[in-house]
């Protein structure tokens, strides 16, 4: 059974007119969706506000005259101003709402020729909302206006589903924001590619502060750059870039680094200064390391977040920046804020989007590209080709994927590594005995003369124990349970067996058991926390 065939669309208060005696002479949009021979409309709601109802009804007999089966409703809409985008919208959306749409009945045609620009718009954006099921209708004046020729029209379909290529395109968009953000090395570790992926979509769409966690050297201070740099290329900031090492700032120096100072305000300030947070505006605050920063410090960056406004040091004036805040730390805020050292309220406003990036450690598939790119921007920088050969750079992977490998500076050590490489390459080939010597180097500074487990503080804080735990279960544990567990899995990840990980981490009460089982005690250890050593020794380095 064939559907009726329903034309939606405003009154053309000039094209529909046909101005004068000879209207039929002219092309009037409205009136030749009557005139195809090869098509039936069978009804016309008409829209027109209620000064046009005269045109509106001359419009209905024309129609009429060319197709005596159409039925052409006139629906009057009261418009105070058919400009008002708002006004149009809403008049438009109400009569929508209570239209009898039959779908299964019915086939629905938005005319879009005629109205003002703001109703074509208003309709498009009802159709592409499914709020009026069906099609968009072009129409389009011949080339030369006869009574006989009615013109040309055409059907749009806005299910973008249909629009492969549309839609490859927004992939394809999106994958190379990724990429940039990755610095165009394929990396192979799930966590840290659905991280990035994360983090690209909330760089294009906020601009709510960011705070990147890791430890030392996991580039934090890159990927905020990184970040700067893609919301430049969308021209969602216009500023610049700025960062500063909150560790750097001491004393009266601090604020005044930061938030600027009149003349005067202090001894040794002999002109005005403006600060960092002003030479921001418009762009990025990267402030590292801000677990560093003086509480008096915390609550002005606290005010100028929130308000966007501030005092220098010593004015009685504000003034105005407009920034993004963009943090690192490798610090646990959260120990921090329950010890006093960090303002409770400032965390809860730059934790809105938190990222944990991963130690080199704890992605071992990825130092291989990460060093392939190393590499590569080296050999670019000196203007020659560099090269492992195969026995030599298998020997170091080897290395460097093993548990020996504590990357304790990660990918600073890295890449420092793969420059020492770079340079002493004899011909631009990297043997065998290059490799060795650059893995006695390594040994050496990592040997911090304490091969304890959790000795050293950088081990420990590389785990992430959101990575193992739900946040309901971080919220429950105590400080000293936090960082216990961290210890015990940075040896259950650095460690062969369950076994092995059990006499280490018991080592002085094994010795007065009578029955040693060091497997079964770290077994219902973990357990309490709903750990298995199956889960812990996939992440295990190979």
Request: net charge neutral; with cysteine.
């Amino acid at each position: 059974m064939r559907k009726k065939t329903v034309v939606i669309g405003f009154l053309g208060s000039q094209l529909d007119s046909g101005q004068g005696a000879g209207r039929w002479e002219k092309w009037r949009p409205t009136v030749s969706l009557a005139q195809h021979e090869d098509t039936l409309i069978d009804r016309i709601e008409l829209l027109h506000t209620p000064k046009h109802t005269t045109l509106a009804q001359r419009v209905r007999d024309d129609i009429l005259a060319s197709s005596p089966d159409t039925v052409v409703k006139l629906i009057p809409m009261e418009l105070a101003d058919p400009w008002d985008f708002g006004e149009v919208y809403a008049a438009l959306y109400d009569w929508v709402r209570h239209y009898p749409f039959q779908p299964e009945r019915e086939q629905y045609w938005t005319h879009i020729t005629t109205g003002t620009h703001v109703a074509q718009i208003c309709m498009f954006l009802l159709v592409e909302s499914r709020f009026i099921p069906g099609v968009l209708l072009q129409t389009s004046p011949p080339k030369r206006q006869t009574r006989d020729n009615p013109g040309s029209y055409a059907l749009i379909d806005l299910d973008l589903s249909r629009y492969n290529v549309l839609a490859q395109r927004f992939e394809q968009e999106q994958q190379e924001a990724v990429d940039f953000l990755k610095s165009g090395i394929a990396t192979r570790n799930a966590r840290f590619n659905a991280l990035i992926d994360e983090i690209e979509r909330v760089a294009v769409r906020s601009q709510a502060p960011i705070l990147l966690t890791g430890p030392t050297g996991a580039g934090k201070s890159h990927l905020a750059r990184r970040m700067h740099e893609l919301k430049k290329a969308r021209h969602q900031v216009r500023g610049e870039f700025v960062e500063v090492n909150c560790a750097t700032l001491q004393g009266d120096g601090a604020a005044s680094t930061l938030f600027g100072h009149k003349k005067g305000a202090f001894t040794g300030a002999v002109t005005d200064r403006s600060g960092l947070l002003r030479t921001a505006d418009g762009g990025v605050l990267f402030l590292d390391e801000i677990g560093e920063l003086g509480l008096d410090e915390q609550a002005m960056l606290l005010k100028a977040i929130e308000d966007k406004r501030f005092y220098p040091v010593g004015s009685d004036r504000e003034v105005s920046s407009d920034f993004q805040l963009m943090a690192g730390t490798n610090r646990d805020l959260r120990i921090d804020v329950a010890q006093g050292r960090f303002r409770e309220d400032l965390y809860a406003r730059i934790n809105i989007w938190a990222y944990a990036l991963p130690g080199l450690a704890q992605r071992p598939e990825d130092i291989e590209p990460n060093m392939d790119h190393l590499l590569a921007r080296c050999g670019s920088e000196m203007g020659r080709a560099l090269r492992f050969n195969a026995e030599a750079k298998a020997l170091y992977m080897r290395f460097a994927q093993s548990p020996e490998a504590l990357w304790l500076g990660n990918f600073r050590d890295l890449s420092a590594s793969v420059t020492r490489l770079a340079t002493l390459a004899e011909g631009g080939r990297i043997g065998t005995s290059l490799v060795e010597a650059e893995l006695q180097r390594l040994r050496w500074l990592w040997d911090r003369g304490d091969a304890s487990p959790g000795a050293d503080d950088n081990a420990t804080s590389a785990i992430d124990l959101a990575q193992w735990l739900t946040p309901d279960q971080l919220d429950l544990l105590d400080l000293f349970d936090r960082l216990q567990l961290q210890v015990v899995l940075q040896v259950c990840v650095s460690a062969r067996t369950l076994s092995d990980a059990g006499r280490q981490l018991f080592d002085r009460s094994r010795t007065q058991r009578s029955v040693v089982n060091d497997a079964d005690r770290l077994r219902k250890y973990l357990a309490r926390f709903g750990l298995t050593w199956a889960r812990l020794s996939a992440h295990r380095p190979a």
